[in-house]
């Protein structure tokens, strides 16, 4: 659970949801005038890898872990000494809460960045991230493999996305422990190696069943 939310049954529900499910909604926010190191030392209490820089209110950039990197440290320069409005990244992409986690990460891979603000109606309501969305698909991976491994069938592959046989009616043999459809002993034996070998090992395997 995030906020309340339950965690996505696949990898297609998550990327079809709104990016509030991976949304960090206590995201820093420091006056741009303040000083690097306060940044560093909230981030660090925070485990946040990011601080969003206001001005009268008004959020008018982001500084990251990789820009106190890059800026700060690589630099030599003392941190406690340069302000955060001497580093940020300005101005921030922003998007609204309904936006899907697809279509944030599309934003990131085309402006080459790994974090966007959420706002709504001027009002920011955090920052959603790279590194959150991939750890979101660990937990669903994992999820999924503990299903798995307790005797339900599940692919950790999502079927939808693996075009078995050209017409499913026509296939000649099934996957015993998921359903999948295949025309062929040979590809359905590299399919259960490949996605239920922990399933063959604990459950026995049923491919002497096909001969």
């Keep these: 659970?995030?906020?309340?939310?339950?965690?996505?049954e696949g990898i297609p529900?998550?990327?079809s949801s709104n990016v509030a499910i991976v949304m960090n909604?206590?995201?820093?926010?420091?006056?741009?005038?303040?000083?690097v190191d306060e940044a560093i030392n909230l981030m660090k209490d925070r485990n946040d890898r990011s601080v969003l820089a206001s001005?009268?209110?008004?959020?008018?950039g982001l500084v990251s872990k990789t820009d106190i990197l890059y800026k700060i440290i690589a630099e030599g320069r003392n941190p406690s000494k340069v302000r955060l409005r001497e580093i940020?990244?300005?101005?921030?992409?922003?998007v609204d809460p309904h936006t899907t986690v697809k279509e944030a990460l599309s934003v990131m891979n085309k402006r080459n960045v790994r974090q966007l603000m959420v706002h709504a109606y001027s009002a920011v309501l955090g920052i959603?991230?790279?590194e959150e969305v991939?750890?979101?698909?660990?937990?669903?991976?994992?999820?999924?493999?503990?299903?798995?491994?307790e005797g339900t069938p599940v692919c950790i592959i999502d079927q939808k996305t693996i075009s078995y046989v050209k017409d499913p009616s026509k296939a000649?043999?099934?996957?015993?422990?998921c359903g999948s459809p295949f025309d062929t002993k040979e590809g359905l034996s590299k399919h259960i190696d490949r996605l239920h070998g922990e399933s063959g090992i604990l459950e026995g395997d049923v491919r002497h069943m096909l001969e």
């Design 1 to 8: 659970m995030k906020d309340g939310l339950t965690i996505p």
């Design 13 to 15: 529900s998550l990327m």
């Design 25 to 35: 909604s206590d995201a820093i926010i420091l006056e741009s005038d303040r000083f």
């Design 55 to 60: 001005h009268k209110g008004e959020v008018v």
């Design 88 to 94: 940020m990244t300005s101005p921030v992409l922003a």
């Design 128 to 130: 959603v991230s790279r």
């Design 134 to 149: 991939s750890r979101m698909m660990e937990k669903i991976a994992l999820s999924m493999e503990d299903a798995a491994l």
């Design 172 to 177: 000649k043999l099934s996957c015993p422990y």
